[in-house]
């Protein structure tokens, strides 16, 4: 396995990565009709965007990406951060690709600088991220609008 920078080059194979865990895992936690509004956001226009204002992060096995994640500053803020678009591949999941990520993201210069950090979370990866010492903003464990879960991390800096 070999975690790299995003390349504008990688945005389909993103894009079909994370369609396919909103399909396969992500709709074990939500009705597929959700799912399929978060397909629409999720295509290769979306993930150039997105990786045009965070550090956008990859994750391949012989040559196929089967992970992804991101960071990027929390509204515009140069002391909060953001992870966004975390994703592996159903199969690889539980094999320490989502560790990976989250080890890389927790190393680059937007986490760093950062004293708080926040994940908005879906159902499906809430646990995961508790693993990593975020817990539920301002203590509240509830869903919000999006059907999120909004996480927060603070660090000393």
């Known amino acids: 396995m ?3 920078r995003f390349e504008t080059a990688d945005a389909e194979a993103v894009s079909a990565l994370v369609i396919k865990t909103i399909r396969i895992s992500n ?13 629409k956001i999720m295509q290769p226009q979306n993930i150039l965007e997105r990786a045009s204002w965070t550090h956008f992060y990859v994750v391949e096995d012989n040559d196929t990406i089967i992970g992804c994640g991101a960071i990027g500053p929390y509204w515009g803020k140069e002391d909060e951060s953001s992870l966004f678009t975390i994703f592996v591949l159903p199969e690889y999941q539980g094999k320490g690709v989502g560790r990976l990520i ?15 950090i926040e994940i908005p979370s879906s159902i499906t990866g809430c646990q995961f991220y508790r693993k990593f010492g975020y817990d539920y903003k301002n203590g509240i464990a509830e869903l919000d609008e999006e059907r999120l879960y909004r996480l927060e991390k603070f660090r000393e800096i």
């Open 27 to 39: 709709v074990k936690d939500y009705p597929a009709e959700s799912m399929e509004e978060w397909v």
């Open 102 to 116: 989250m080890e890389t993201l927790e190393n680059d210069e937007y986490f760093l600088r950062a004293k708080r």
């Open 2 to 4: 070999n975690i790299r």
